[in-house]
């Protein structure tokens, strides 16, 4: 940005000591009533970082060779929305599996696993793309330290959060775990959401899940997502559910 | 009733008024996601040339939900007053339409009428206008509201100053308040949205706002947007609250999905207007809507969002508010799809809020999944100005970074003030000169100002 020249009347250095107390974009001077071409064109480049994650797409080729290293099998998957427009405007399609994917799931329903993972696109494929096999390097040795049994991990496109309850019944698996690209922000277009569902069947609504957020680098960072994904999963299967009812006793979820 | 039109061989069929309001829609992303939407362009004009001959006189007497299953439509039905509502009865609501853009009905007129008439009949009328006559007609309307200053007088145009922070911070909010103040925003409130609930949080938020209005001595009014019962807490424990925000819907369901009933409406306006703080006058709520809402909440009886939106607006002129604020674009593209639909959301939204007596604001706005950027923003701003609109946000550049969204900016009402020649509140304005912020025609003088600066940067140390 620095290559911007402007010729902003107002150059707005006296607010600069406030800039400290808050990310929000104040003092940014002006130049007649307007903002300046400095501080117009960033804005413009954050929503275009935005929009660009909006339409990214699930790295197939790449998830695929870096799940390989769990040695699990991998689904590929699609829900009822066609394409991204209509996955914007019809979120209820989002959240269903298209039949050539349910046809897909039930050959491996015979498995009966613990937990199913589930990695989705959602608002932000390339949160997904850059983030979950990093996040799943760390969780899965965890959980199967512990026993748990882990089926097939499924690459969803098109997906919202609610599609891991139609896979989790499919497979009839005890828990889902999902982890999916959440609505880009200004500041960070790459967050990861993660929503663990114990007991996933359809018609269940968020209070039903516990949801761990802005995972990124810059965000919570893997290993500290991992461990309430842990501590939560674990929870999970002690007391027999997950949502509000969980949330309350997780102690570690406040840090 | 059953109601019908015939183009060439084919006859639509609209089962009732609630079908032939939502099939009449212009198109929506979110009527689509009801099930409810016209299924075809030759749908929607025959449903809009069918409603065009229905009486105003038939949305008396049938109803979009049954008057014993929700209290907002008894709401409706009670309050209705016929001797206002004799100067359009023998209308159809085309007719009303020609009506409403006769050279003859002036603001006075159109003052006369807002106890006659109902929200389906402003929901029904709104779908048969372009979006010119949206503009043209809501211009004529005039609401005009005080607390601490005069808001929605023509040639007026104000804004809520929005200095939220993700946590609550004092300080994050205070540098955004300097910064918005000396931008000339604020004189509608300044307003914060908080990130949690808590009394005791919202109490500080208060404190911190009620201290830099008296140190400053500005002529304006303060809110925390905290539910309505954590207001009414607060309200008892001597808070020091100027106005009552809560959101609202319109159908009973999707107020009980926000917490709140008429009731507890009723008892938080009696609290609030007994704390009697107001100098220039008495309006003392704040109201926020949103077409979409009662959907999203599984409330909305299959009639249209945009039906259901202006019947919020009955519940909000119940209360005599200060403000009442349409979030249009915040609600994401499965409701409002793109800048196009957003658009003419708000604009009937404005219309048909002014027109039932309201003093309308638009939160301005977009999220990144939504098919939208500044660009339409911007051409919603300068729509909006020219029909008279209220107020709008004013928030740091344009980026809301607690509630991940775009608004407009401190610039862009400045933007819109100077095209169209507008002022902000009087009281507001004369402060502004005051404290050289602006000078008499309306331009800001050199942003930093380093006497207020110096004095602002006391509020938190103190």
């Known amino acids: 940005m620095d290559k911007v020249k402007t010729g902003a009347e107002f150059e707005d250095d006296s607010l600069d000591h406030l800039k400290q107390f808050t990310a929000a974009r104040i003092g940014i001077g002006r130049t007649g009533a307007s903002i300046p071409l400095k501080q117009s064109l960033e804005l413009k480049l954050a929503h275009a970082h935005a929009r660009d994650a909006v339409y990214s797409e699930l790295d197939i080729d790449k998830l695929l060779s870096d799940l390989k290293q769990f040695d699990l099998p991998v689904l590929l998957l699609h829900s009822e929305a066609a394409y991204r427009e209509m996955y914007l405007q019809r979120p209820d399609l989002g959240r269903q599996l298209n039949k050539k994917s349910i046809e897909l799931v039930n050959d491996y329903s015979h498995q009966k696993p613990d937990i199913v993972i589930i990695i989705a696109d959602g608002l932000s494929a390339t949160a997904v793309n850059h983030h979950a096999v990093s996040l799943l390097k760390t969780l899965i040795p965890q959980l199967q330290s512990v026993g748990l049994k882990i089926g097939p991990i499924s690459l969803i496109k098109q997906g919202r959060v609610a599609i891991a309850d139609d896979i989790g019944v499919h497979l009839k698996a005890k828990l889902s775990l999902i982890l999916i690209g959440e609505r880009p922000g200004l500041s960070s277009a790459d967050s990861m959401g993660c929503y663990i569902t114990y007991n996933p069947k359809p018609g269940l609504t968020d209070e039903s899940r516990n949801c761990i957020s802005n995972i990124r680098p810059h965000g919570l960072t893997f290993k500290l997502a991992s461990k309430k994904i842990f501590y939560l999963i674990q929870e999970a299967f002690r007391r027999k559910l997950s949502g509000v009812g969980l949330k309350d006793n997780a102690g570690l979820l406040e840090s | ?462």
Not at chain 2, 10 to 24: H, I, P, V
Not at chain 2, 163 to 177: E, L
Not at chain 2, 179 to 188: F, H, I, P, T, V
Not at chain 2, 394 to 406: A, E, K, T
Request: net charge negative.
């Open chain 2, 1 to 462: 009733m059953s109601y019908h039109h015939t183009i060439g061989r084919k006859t639509y069929r609209f089962n009732d008024l609630k079908t032939l309001l939502a099939k009449a829609s212009p198109h929506r992303s979110g009527d689509v996601l009801a099930g409810i939407a016209a299924e075809s362009y030759e749908e929607r004009i025959a449903a809009q040339i069918a409603l065009a001959d229905v009486p105003l006189k038939t949305f008396l007497n049938e109803v979009v939900i049954p008057y014993e299953e929700d209290e907002v439509t008894r709401l409706i039905i009670d309050n209705q007053d016929n001797n206002s509502f004799s100067l359009i009865s023998t209308l159809t609501v085309g007719e009303f339409r020609d009506w409403l853009l006769r050279d003859e009905t002036d603001t006075l007129t159109l003052q006369k009428l807002v106890q006659g008439i109902t929200p389906e009949m402003v929901a029904a009328v709104s779908k048969l206008m372009r979006n010119q006559d949206l503009v043209s007609v809501a211009k004529r309307c005039e609401v005009v509201t005080r607390f601490r200053n005069t808001i929605g007088l023509k040639g007026h145009f104000s804004t809520r100053l929005q200095p939220n922070h993700p946590t609550d911070d004092p300080k994050g909010i205070a540098a955004s308040m300097i910064d918005g103040l000396l931008y000339g925003s604020g004189d509608a409130v300044i307003g914060i949205n908080p990130a949690t609930d808590s009394p005791a949080e919202v109490n500080n938020l208060l404190l911190l706002m009620d201290t830099l209005r008296r140190q400053f001595d500005i002529p304006t009014q303060s809110c925390v947007l905290c539910h309505v019962t954590t207001t009414l807490e607060l309200i008892r424990q001597g808070a020091p609250i100027d106005l009552c925000f809560q959101s609202i819907g319109g159908t009973e369901k999707s107020n009980s999905s926000f917490g709140i009933n008429l009731a507890l409406l009723d008892e938080a306006y009696e609290a609030t207007l007994s704390l009697n703080r107001g100098s220039a006058g008495n309006n003392v709520m704040y109201f926020e809507t949103g077409q979409g809402s009662e959907l999203s909440a599984n409330a909305h009886h299959g009639v249209d969002q945009q039906t259901c939106e202006v019947r919020g607006y009955a519940v909000a002129r119940r209360y005599n508010p200060l403000l009442v604020n349409t979030v249009v674009g915040f609600i994401g593209p499965e409701y409002l799809y793109d800048g196009k639909q957003i658009t003419r959301a708000a604009l009937e939204d404005h219309f048909c809020g002014k027109l039932l007596g309201l003093p309308m604001g638009v939160d301005i706005c977009y999220t990144n999944h939504a098919e939208a950027d500044q660009d339409d923003m911007d051409n919603l701003l300068t729509l909006l100005g020219v029909a008279g609109c209220n107020f709008i946000m004013g928030v740091p550049g344009s980026d809301d970074i607690m509630l991940n969204y775009q608004s407009t900016s401190f610039h862009d009402a400045l933007y819109i003030r100077n095209v169209l020649g507008l002022r902000p509140a009087p009281e507001f304005e004369q402060w502004l000169i005051r404290q050289g912020i602006m000078d008499n025609k309306g331009l800001l003088t050199m942003h930093s100002n380093p006497h207020l600066l110096k004095e602002m940067k006391g509020l938190w140390t103190r």
